[in-house]
T-cell receptor
Framework: NAGVTQTPKFRVLKTGQSMTLLCAQD?????MYWYRQDPGMGLRLIHY???????AKGEVPDGYNVSRLKKQNFLLGLESAAPSQTSVYFCASRARQGNNSPLHFGNGTRLTVT | AQSVTQLGSHVSVSEGALVLLRCNYS??????LFWYVQYPNQGLQLLLK??????LVKGINGFEAEFKKSETSFHLTKPSAHMSDAAEYFC???????????FGTGTKLQVIP
């Protein structure tokens, strides 16, 4: 049971380039999330999805787009990367039942934008 | 609105000493509270969660946390620190809704041999 898998693990982009981060989960979870982690700021929610074909904005959505064409996959896109998007990105998923169901995290993607 | 405050971004303890990581929350409704642990170059893993069944919650690796409504706190403790406990710990609150999980800024625990 792989849980939540993120690809790639590392990436270096130049300002203005684009890329897509892939998240895949094999737990049949309804809810999926993209967070960014920056030193001293904890985790901040970028976008989330409550089911296949639906997405919504989180706390810091600007500069990012997402898609959830299949229940098990949640893609995060950067159309024109900026140095401020240098961060570690985490995908997480959660079962729908109850507010106490915990988040399951991938191991992260470390992105550097030069 | 909900929020979480973790006091102390870095905590150092000696191996074998008590670990105390502080978390205070703010919530307009009864909250669900979580502690997660993050080891270097890994994602977050659930340590324990409070779901109102009991105020003292036991988690993995000997950690426990006590929910105190009067103090709006959910501090994490472990009687005796081990070197393998060195990691970053995050407190989180969910007051309702699928998107409303708010994380604290994290506390890095250093264990000194």
């Amino acid at each position: 049971n792989a849980g939540v898998t993120q690809t790639p693990k590392f990436r270096v982009l130049k300002t203005g380039q684009s890329m897509t981060l892939l998240c895949a989960q094999d737990m049949n979870h309804e809810y999926m999330y993209w967070y960014r982690q920056d030193p001293g700021m904890g985790l901040r929610l970028i976008h989330y999805s409550v089911g296949e074909g639906t997405t919504a904005k989180g706390e810091v959505p600007d500069g990012y787009n997402v898609s959830r064409l299949k229940k098990q996959n949640f893609l995060l896109g950067l159309e024109s990367a900026a140095p401020s998007q240098t961060s570690v990105y985490f995908c997480a998923s959660r079962a729908r039942q109850g507010n106490n169901s915990p988040l399951h995290f991938g191991n992260g993607t470390r992105l550097t934008v030069t | 609105a909900q929020s979480v405050t973790q006091l102390g971004s870095h905590v150092s303890v000696s191996e074998g000493a008590l670990v105390l990581l502080r978390c205070n929350y703010s919530s307009s409704v009864p909250p669900y509270l979580f502690w997660y642990v993050q080891y270097p170059n890994q994602g977050l893993q659930l340590l324990l969660k409070y779901t109102s069944a009991a105020t003292l919650v036991k988690g993995i690796n000997g950690f426990e946390a006590e929910f105190k409504k009067s103090e709006t706190s959910f501090h994490l403790t472990k009687p005796s620190a081990h070197m393998s406990d060195a990691a970053e710990y995050f407190c989180a609150v969910n007051s309702g809704g699928y998107q409303k999980v708010t994380f604290g800024t994290g506390t890095k625990l250093q264990v000194i041999p």
